[in-house]
């Protein structure tokens, strides 16, 4: 273990650009010292399935379980065949809404514990590890580094913000007010003792969190603009460019799934919205620190 | 000045019932120590008429200076001649909508300097004094007691969010992504440099703030379930009453307005909710520790 920060990034000249970025945001007021993260192909592996599908996929499998019928659904059907082919002919986000609505009208407690379930039993479909096993190590340091200075850090996600609320608490210390992500709809109600509580309503689905909706979402929720925002894919330019166009001079950093050996090697792309120029051409003219996952990173999964 | 916690509340039972829910939230865990408190009438003075609402009529005056012809729209003619009979007959929504359209299309940082110059200058309408002369001192010495046993606090209004935040920030110490309020829409744009910016966007004005969208919207942005809610109104009943059903044996606070002297004597109502049944019995009826601000409050606002 080496005594320098971000043991996990190779020397060179992007950790150097990286480094150079964390010592003059000391010169920032701290109130604005602050970080967005994507979370998917961001913080961890999203190959080759996003884990809130696979939790979906396993809730899906126990639902089947009690109510065999369930399984005929065309959606739930495409689902448990893994047949990626018949879901893009139902439509992604038709697949996502069936899935979602497994829990409609669920109490946050009654969602959380499923997703607090699942997480301690998810294992990747091709690694084999638990969560622990698809985490980026050097993103790991880059968020103690982060703390360490001062910086406020929110995950902002395309995944639904109540499943990466959990994550973030477990994976990353970040609190779940600080994850922005889709948005379902939440209803106020009483219990059958006329206690209050809210439930979870899916038939209120917001805009999905990509692209000019991040910045949009992180002003309404959040309220503060970064100076630091970090993603992988298209869904993450818009918030790359408003951090890095701060009045304090911020920074995009853009992870670059170019490792097939070690991770997966594919071009990012965001799940709504089609770019004619790869997101990596887009950084690197626009100034970003392109981090090649092959080159930049010296461990890309903790041992 | 006491050793005492909470000097400026007179010992009796209602200060006891308080200090003894802030000794057992000891054994609540730190992630759940949540505590919501409502802002116009509960941390400050929101009579005769709201802070939020001077500060349109103060920004309007300034637009009629440039442009006479302003003055001449119903809804603004019945703003600046106070006419309060002429502004309930237009409708408080639609003169509401009217005043927060002179920021529309503003980015944020244009929106907050406004805030931030009248906050400055604010004097108060019959007390004559700015900010710190009407924010109520046990509120405050609450606050200070709160944080040193590990809670987290979170503005919910039903004023602003944008404007509500510059306030809890300047006046209370609250960072903004814990102020809810009532949110406005933002849209992303680029510009004429091509770069991003968000711009406020009244037209996509959300749910007013009050009632059960209280709940609704702590849920949305924060995700945190209160041990603790403190109100004044109609519009905080939800609030309180959720916190008051938490597993952990929750409080609600309800501040009751019934000192001509030294404050103001009302019944407070919401501003979008009628109840048949008067807050105060509300609230002694379910066990909510209803403050009087005649006999429970040593001093209403710091000398």
């Not at 790991?140 to 995950?155: C, K, M, P, S, V």
């Amino acid at each position: 273990m080496s005594e320098s920060p971000l043991p996990s990034w190779r020397p060179g000249t992007t950790r150097d650009r990286i480094l150079d970025f964390l010592d003059r945001a000391a010169d920032v007021p701290a109130d604005e010292r602050v970080a967005y993260i994507d979370n998917d192909g961001t913080m961890w592996c999203e190959k080759p399935t996003y884990v809130q599908f696979d939790f979906f996929v396993d809730a899906l499998q126990q639902r089947v379980a009690d109510d065999a019928s369930l399984a005929e659904r065309p959606e739930f059907a495409a689902v448990l065949a893994g047949d990626m082919a018949a879901i893009g002919e139902i439509g992604l986000a038709q697949v996502a809404g069936a899935l979602a609505a497994l829990f409609d009208d669920q109490v946050p407690e009654e969602f959380d514990a499923a997703v607090d379930d699942f997480l301690v039993r998810y294992r990747h479909r091709t690694r084999g590890t638990g969560l622990n096993g698809i985490i980026y190590a050097p993103m790991l340091e880059l968020l103690d580094e982060l703390r360490a200075r001062g910086f406020t850090i929110g995950i902002v996600t395309g995944g639904g913000t109540d499943f990466v609320r959990r994550v973030g608490r477990r994976c990353y210390g970040v609190e779940p007010g600080r994850v922005v992500g889709t948005l379902i709809g939440y209803r106020f109600d009483r219990d059958s003792e006329g206690k209050p509580i809210v439930r979870r309503t899916i038939s209120q689905v917001g805009t999905a969190n990509e692209g000019g909706p991040k910045v949009e979402h992180i002003q309404a929720q959040i309220g503060r603009r970064p100076i630091l925002a970090i993603g992988n894919s298209g869904g993450d330019r818009e918030m790359l460019e408003w951090a890095q166009a701060s009045p304090h001079g911020g920074l995009g950093i853009l992870i670059d799934h170019d490792d097939a050996e070690r991770e997966f090697a594919y071009e990012s792309t965001a799940v709504t919205f089609a770019e004619a120029e790869p997101i990596t051409a887009v950084g690197a003219r626009l100034g970003w620190v392109v981090v090649s996952m092959k080159d930049d990173w010296e461990t890309v999964f903790p041992s």
